[in-house]
């Protein structure tokens, strides 16, 4: 499938062509000029609504789709591109934190491009890793590959059937690295879903004895002193030895590593700094279960039900991207963005539109050239209006009170975006505002 649109420059001689074409789950735009080819590729199965993108285009060519309904199971794309008004100009692949749009000219992809700034967001496994399996197995995203060097038991010391000792472990000193079970099948580790709320992928560790033939290498082994064993060290014990290795497709920067690492190994720079808060007098519509669309939108799986609340975030793993908040249909959920890890944005002729789209990912408000082409007919000579002098208090009798409730609106009417939202038929947006304006005020305004 495909839909072709040609842009013709009389002074320039310049000839562009769009093409769209659609494959699997991608949108893939094309444009085609005398000496460049572009090429944008939206995986609408990967974006999640977060919006930034609609926020940064200086185009004003995306828009968001139904996110409610998809949020909840629609199959839909959270956004949709013009390609008649797309310019190319790479913004939203540059800051799409789950890299759902990518953009490459003449077959280089832009984040390879230093004259592109792009989310400078990573994670950094440090001198202190053991390594361990905990990483590896908490991720949610299964962007963590663990690689460890060391021979096992078989290899140094093999089974001895009839040998007798005694095993035991101290489970308030092991942390579930889970090295034991890679070093000796005599150990089991076993396994539980981790949580927003407890990431720790493993709830026990268990002796198969019938395995044990109390060859004490376990018990030098151990990192953590937490193994016992009553027998004769005949062997030499192996040093844990590994490597770990991100996977910066599918890392979301959530810190879910960070958070069940027991030994300090992770840093981690997110994309975007910034606040999340559930709005308490909205959760009374929540339905956690029932809709689910938070969780289902979340990149970093950090929502989760608590014994004690209704839900729940962990802050710690929020990225800022504020889909959560498009998807509430209650609106509970307010994300706010202060800040911006880019890299560097170089003089350049256009430097200053990439300035405006950081600045539009923290405010919400971008810049853009006025294109609807309205004619200032420019009248002559000044214009005097009839002016009508009025009591007003004998003709409104009801005027103190009019003027009580426009003292309320006048916080809202002179907020510009809240205006701007109104105009746009958006009313979860001029709500949200609204509430903003209320804590900021600290009265409760009736509209």
């Given at each position: 499938m495909?839909?072709n649109t040609?842009k013709?420059?009389?002074d320039?001689?310049l000839e562009v062509?769009?093409?769209?074409?659609?494959?699997?789950y991608?949108?893939?735009?094309?444009?085609?000029?005398?000496v460049?080819?572009?090429?944008?590729?939206y995986?609408?199965?990967?974006?999640?609504?977060c919006?930034?993108?609609?926020?940064?285009?200086?185009?004003n060519?995306?828009?968001?789709?139904p996110?409610?309904?998809?949020?909840?199971?629609?199959d839909a794309?959270?956004?949709?591109?013009?390609?008649?008004k797309?310019?190319?100009?790479?913004?939203?692949?540059?800051?799409?934190?789950v890299?759902?749009?990518?953009?490459?000219?003449?077959?280089?992809d832009i984040?390879d491009n230093?004259?592109?700034?792009?989310l400078?967001?990573?994670?950094?496994i440090?001198e202190?890793?053991?390594?361990?399996?905990?990483?590896?197995k908490?991720?949610?995203?299964e962007?963590?590959?663990?690689?460890?060097?060391?021979?096992?038991?078989?290899?140094?010391?093999?089974?001895?059937e009839?040998?007798?000792?005694?095993?035991a472990?101290?489970m308030?000193?092991?942390?579930?690295?889970?090295?034991?079970?890679?070093?000796?099948?005599?150990?089991?580790?076993?396994e539980q879903?981790?949580t927003?709320?407890?990431p720790?992928?493993?709830?026990?560790?268990?002796?198969?004895?019938?395995k044990?033939?109390y060859?004490?290498i376990?018990?030098?082994?151990?990192p953590?002193d937490?193994?016992k064993?009553?027998?004769?060290?005949?062997a030499p014990?192996?040093?844990?030895s590994?490597?770990v290795?991100i996977d910066?497709?599918?890392?979301t920067?959530?810190?879910?590593?960070?958070?069940v690492?027991?030994?300090?190994?992770?840093d981690?720079v997110?994309?975007?700094?910034g606040?999340?808060?559930l709005?308490?007098?909205?959760l009374?519509?929540?339905?956690?279960?029932?809709?689910?669309?938070?969780?289902?939108?979340?990149?970093?799986?950090?929502?989760?039900?608590p014994h004690?609340?209704?839900?729940?975030?962990n802050?710690?793993?929020?990225?800022y991207?504020?889909?959560?908040?498009?998807?509430?249909h209650?609106?509970?959920?307010?994300?706010?963005r202060?800040?911006?890890?880019?890299?560097k944005?170089?003089?350049l002729?256009w430097s200053?539109?990439?300035?405006?789209?950081?600045?539009?990912?923290?405010?919400?408000?971008?810049?853009r050239?006025?294109?609807?082409?309205?004619?200032?007919?420019?009248?002559e000579?000044?214009?005097h209006?009839e002016?009508h002098?009025?009591?007003?208090?004998?003709k409104?009798?009801?005027?103190?009170?009019?003027?009580?409730?426009?003292?309320?609106?006048?916080?809202?009417l002179?907020?510009?975006?809240?205006?701007y939202?109104?105009?746009?038929?958006?009313?979860?947006s001029v709500?949200?505002?609204?509430?903003?304006?209320?804590?900021?005020?600290?009265?409760?305004?009736?509209?």
């Amino acid at each position: 499938m495909s839909d072709n649109t040609t842009k013709d420059s009389v002074d320039s001689g310049l000839e562009v062509n769009v093409e769209m074409d659609i494959w699997d789950y991608h949108f893939i735009y094309t444009q085609t000029a005398n000496v460049s080819k572009k090429t944008l590729d939206y995986d609408y199965k990967r974006c999640n609504g977060c919006g930034i993108c609609i926020d940064v285009c200086p185009a004003n060519a995306i828009e968001a789709g139904p996110l409610f309904e998809i949020a909840t199971g629609m199959d839909a794309p959270p956004v949709i591109i013009d390609q008649t008004k797309c310019t190319f100009c790479g913004m939203c692949a540059s800051f799409c934190p789950v890299r759902a749009i990518r953009m490459d000219i003449d077959g280089q992809d832009i984040h390879d491009n230093p004259y592109f700034p792009q989310l400078d967001s990573k994670v950094v496994i440090n001198e202190k890793c053991l390594p361990c399996m905990l990483c590896e197995k908490a991720c949610p995203q299964e962007a963590i590959k663990l690689e460890l060097t060391f021979p096992t038991k078989e290899e140094v010391a093999p089974f001895k059937e009839g040998q007798n000792g005694k095993i035991a472990v101290d489970m308030n000193k092991c942390n579930f690295c889970g090295m034991c079970a890679y070093l000796c099948p005599a150990f089991v580790l076993v396994e539980q879903k981790p949580t927003p709320d407890n990431p720790v992928p493993f709830q026990d560790l268990l002796v198969d004895l019938d395995k044990c033939d109390y060859c004490r290498i376990c018990e030098d082994f151990c990192p953590e002193d937490a193994i016992k064993v009553e027998g004769k060290l005949e062997a030499p014990v192996p040093e844990i030895s590994g490597t770990v290795t991100i996977d910066d497709e599918k890392c979301t920067r959530c810190s879910w590593c960070k958070a069940v690492c027991p030994y300090d190994a992770v840093d981690i720079v997110k994309p975007f700094e910034g606040e999340i808060e559930l709005i308490g007098n909205r959760l009374v519509d929540c339905d956690p279960v029932g809709c689910h669309g938070c969780f289902n939108v979340c990149p970093v799986h950090a929502w989760y039900v608590p014994h004690d609340k209704k839900i729940d975030v962990n802050k710690d793993y929020c990225i800022y991207c504020g889909a959560c908040e498009k998807a509430c249909h209650v609106y509970a959920i307010d994300v706010e963005r202060s800040g911006v890890q880019h890299t560097k944005i170089r003089d350049l002729p256009w430097s200053s539109q990439w300035k405006d789209a950081i600045n539009a990912i923290k405010t919400g408000d971008r810049s853009r050239p006025d294109t609807n082409r309205r004619v200032d007919m420019g009248l002559e000579g000044p214009i005097h209006p009839e002016v009508h002098e009025i009591d007003l208090r004998e003709k409104h009798v009801h005027l103190d009170e009019i003027r009580s409730r426009l003292d309320n609106l006048m916080p809202m009417l002179c907020d510009v975006k809240t205006r701007y939202e109104w105009e746009r038929h958006n009313p979860g947006s001029v709500i949200k505002r609204i509430n903003r304006i209320d804590r900021m005020n600290g009265d409760e305004l009736s509209c």
